[in-house]
């Protein structure tokens, strides 16, 4: 299932909002986490195989992830 380890989803999530987490929080938070570094990684392919490359670069994940809003604001609405 997820490759994310749970503890370090956990821990990140308590240090930025300064509560307690619930599980499903961390599922949550780890599943989106999982798809962003998905579809930047996906997206940053193409970009890199548009270039010539077959090498993935940082630029490439930059450009892919501007559109990251607007996958997570999808995978949102499909778990609502």
């Given amino acids: 299932m997820g490759e994310l380890p ?13 509560m307690r987490v619930s599980s499903e929080a961390v599922n ?6 999982e798809e962003v570094i998905r ?3 996906r997206e940053g392919g193409v970009l890199a195989k548009h270039a010539g ?4 670069m940082a630029s490439d ?3 892919a992830s501007r ?3 607007e996958a997570v604001d999808k995978l949102l609405q499909e778990q609502a």
């Fill in 53 to 56: 490359r077959s090498t993935l």
């Fill in 39 to 41: 579809y930047i990684g």
């Fill in 28 to 33: 949550m938070a780890s599943k989106l986490a």
């Fill in 61 to 63: 994940l930059k450009l």
């Fill in 67 to 69: 559109r990251v809003n």
């Fill in 6 to 18: 749970k503890a370090v989803v956990e821990r990140m999530l308590k240090q930025e909002s300064g």
